[in-house]
């Protein structure tokens, strides 16, 4: 009798409205937010509590989860605010608080005991008997630390109870420092990382250099252009939700609230395609299509590597020569209608009269169109796009759907 595998939830990160409301047209079960104050991203935008209550409502009517995190280490002359930004949470619709500080979850269980607990991967949950300590607490979902092996996940899910979910992060920047606990960036530019405002000095390009000893060397990688001693490569588990999914994972986390709307739209889109492939061909022998393998190339990204999931990354978790992302692909345009073979969109990046761009719909492998007779929004015939967000029309034979991406090879 074949086993029953329930499928995942793949949970998206929205830094804003507009990354919201992708993470729901590309297929999210979830997406997990930022307030105005107690989350571990500074960079964003985040949401107002009128913004997240509009979210909240959006979501729900696409049977969509809102998760709200609550994830830094509070001090005390923060604490008098926590209660009424939980009690506020909860009026919001939110469906679940994500929680690194065990006095923050007595807090939010004293003042708002319906709402579901969520701790965060800054918890660095390791073992089955802290996940149980949180579950005896009342905690319902444990992050774990991004430490952990496919065959720990495993054990865990074996020795914690039934109704506990596990999520884990699957895609996205990998921090340097057990999981997420760095001090560097407070220490070298006063921007806290554990309290949301890295400024990711694992990322530089560092020297050696040691004025008064001359001749007693340091024994480090190298080259001309400096030292990258701590840039971790980016996580990619996309070929691997087969394993994923066995091992017990409940919920697939994707990394990146600070990143773009176009990122958020990439990476939820080709996770969504790949789980609903695999579990449509549940075999042993099941490959991932080349067209969702692609995708994930298809945003600014570092190189790939599949973290701590099948051993200790020693080999392949550093990129010693280069510190910068990867980008071949630029976002050009969305689409808002499409009527009697006409495109109608606004820009994101510049296109010319001719391009041929990319059409990303929602599950499916992308296809080419070319831009043919292209007008501003006055009808008048145009060369090129320059504006940004100024709405535009061009032909096409192929219809496109309404919310779709155009997209642009960036030429090398």
């Not at 979210?55 to 005390?76: Q, S």
């Not at 495993?154 to 979910?165: N, V, Y």
């Amino acid at each position: 009798m074949k086993e029953f595998i329930k499928a995942p939830e793949l949970l998206a990160p929205a830094g804003d409205r507009e990354r919201f409301d992708k993470a729901l047209y590309y297929g999210a079960d979830a997406v997990y937010v930022g307030g105005a104050e107690f989350g571990m991203r500074a960079a964003p935008s985040n949401f107002t509590f009128e913004e997240l209550t509009s979210a909240c409502e959006d979501a729900h009517k696409k049977n969509v989860n809102v998760y709200l995190t609550c994830n830094t280490v509070p001090r005390n002359n923060e604490l008098s605010r926590l209660p009424e930004f939980l009690k506020n949470a909860e009026k919001c619709g939110v469906d679940a608080l994500i929680i690194s500080d065990l006095g923050t979850m007595m807090l939010a269980k004293k003042h708002v005991p319906d709402m579901e607990i969520h701790i965060s991967t800054q918890a660095g949950i390791t073992n089955y008997e802290t996940a149980r300590a949180y579950y005896e607490l009342g905690a319902k979902r444990i992050v774990t630390a991004r430490e952990l092996s496919l065959e720990d996940i495993s054990e865990l899910r074996a020795k914690i109870p039934s109704d506990m979910d596990i999520e884990c992060f699957v895609h996205g920047a990998m921090c340097m420092s057990f999981s997420g606990r760095c001090l560097i960036s407070n220490y070298l530019t006063g921007r806290d990382a554990n309290r949301g405002d890295c400024a990711q000095p694992c990322r530089w390009n560092y020297a050696l250099v040691e004025q008064t000893r001359p001749g007693d060397y340091f024994p480090i990688m190298e080259d001309g252009k400096g030292t990258y001693l701590m840039n971790s490569r980016d996580m990619c588990m996309i070929e691997h939700i087969p394993e994923l999914i066995k091992a017990g994972i409940t919920s697939f986390k994707i990394e990146g609230r600070a990143k773009s709307a176009y990122y958020t739209s990439v990476i939820t889109n080709a996770y969504r395609a790949a789980i609903d492939e695999y579990l449509c061909n549940e075999t042993d022998d099941y490959k991932l299509s080349d067209w969702i393998r692609q995708e994930v190339c298809k945003v600014s990204y570092r190189e790939y590597c599949t973290g701590f999931y099948y051993t200790s990354p020693l080999d392949d978790a550093q990129i010693f020569y280069d510190g910068g992302y990867k980008r071949e692909w630029n976002v050009a345009a969305e689409v808002t209608g499409y009527e009697n073979g006409t495109v109608y969109g606004f820009q994101r990046n510049r296109f010319f009269e001719n391009d041929e761009l990319e059409v990303m719909p929602k599950g499916k492998e992308p296809y080419k169109i070319t831009v043919k007779n292209l007008k501003n929004e006055n009808g008048e015939t145009i060369e090129n796009a320059p504006h940004p967000m100024m709405k535009f029309s061009f032909e096409s034979d192929i219809p496109v759907e309404c919310g779709a991406l155009l997209r642009k090879a960036i030429l090398t």
